[in-house]
């Protein structure tokens, strides 16, 4: 089992980057795969971006391709969510989440963990 817990949100405006991070509690971190989601108000969660175990595969929903990485650090048991050139339209609740042996999934039900998010606030 592997606990969650998210940082690095806050106000921003249009244009600006922000680094998110994700600890993880757990000898095992090393064999999760780890995704990045986010909820808007009055919106359902949505696949941000997603990385395998080994940080060798890489998926992104098409909204942030080119402006937002995902990476990870198992050495840290980080994972990490590089966005630039922030919109209005990215302002949400950002949660990371983790599935053993997981493969860089976009399926919200494929990840049993998940964290309690951070605010993301973008104006313009």
């Known amino acids: 089992q592997v606990q969650l817990v998210e940082s690095g949100g806050g106000l921003v405006q249009a244009g600006d980057s922000l680094r998110l991070s994700c600890a993880a509690s757990?000898?095992?971190?090393?064999?999760?795969?780890m995704g990045w989601f986010r909820q808007a108000p009055g919106k359902e969660r949505e696949f941000v971006a997603a990385?395998?175990?080994?940080?060798?595969?890489?998926s992104y929903a098409d909204s942030v391709k080119g402006r937002f990485t995902i990476s990870r650090d198992n050495a840290k048991n980080t994972v990490y969510l590089q966005m630039n050139s922030l919109k209005p339209e990215d302002t949400a609740v950002y949660h990371c989440?983790?599935?053993?042996?997981?493969?860089?999934?976009?399926?919200?039900?494929?990840?049993?963990?998940w964290g309690q998010g951070t605010q993301v606030t973008v104006s313009s």
């Open positions: 757990g000898r095992t971190f090393s064999n999760y795969g």
């Open positions: 989440a983790g599935a053993r042996n997981v493969m860089a999934s976009s399926r919200r039900d494929d990840y049993p963990y």
């Open positions: 990385i395998n175990w080994g940080g060798g595969v890489r």
